[in-house]
């Protein structure tokens, strides 16, 4: 669904997002984003802990993000502002497994808006 270069591949690009970037917090996720001042394309790292689940239940959840961000991207989700040179690193919470795909949406939605906003 992404392509690779919307994908954050190096571990040094996930640290960095996470540690110096700023946090938004939902119900079932926790996203960090740092905004390059360089520009460049938007991109997205996804953490799912074995605390979400089995095998299955980690890569449904990461599918399902992984769409969602395709969404930000194609523009279906309604998310407005400039997301040039944005890492985004979603972190999936143990109540990601339950949670529907609206609520997926939604979390990650509010974390885009603070970071282009």
Not at 8 to 13: K, L
Not at 79 to 86: A, E, H, M, Q, Y
């Given at each position: 669904m992404l392509d690779k270069r919307h994908r954050?591949?190096?571990?040094?690009?996930y640290k960095y997002a996470v540690r110096r970037g700023r946090r938004s917090a939902g119900g079932s996720t926790v996203s960090y984003f740092y905004k390059n001042p360089?520009?460049?394309?938007?991109?997205?790292?996804?953490?799912?802990?074995?605390?979400?689940?089995n095998?299955?239940?980690?890569?449904r959840v990461r599918r399902r993000l992984k769409a969602i961000c395709h969404q930000i991207l194609t523009g279906e989700l309604g998310?407005?502002?400039?997301?040039?040179?944005?890492d985004l690193v979603i972190r999936a919470l143990p109540s990601a497994a339950d949670a529907s795909f609206d609520d997926l949406r939604s979390d990650v939605a509010r974390a885009?808006?603070?970071?282009?906003a």
């Open positions: 954050i591949t190096s571990a040094a690009d360089n520009g460049g394309k938007p991109r997205f790292g996804f953490i799912v802990a074995k605390t979400v689940g095998a299955v239940t980690r890569n998310v407005r502002g400039s997301f040039s040179g944005l885009v808006r603070k970071a282009v």
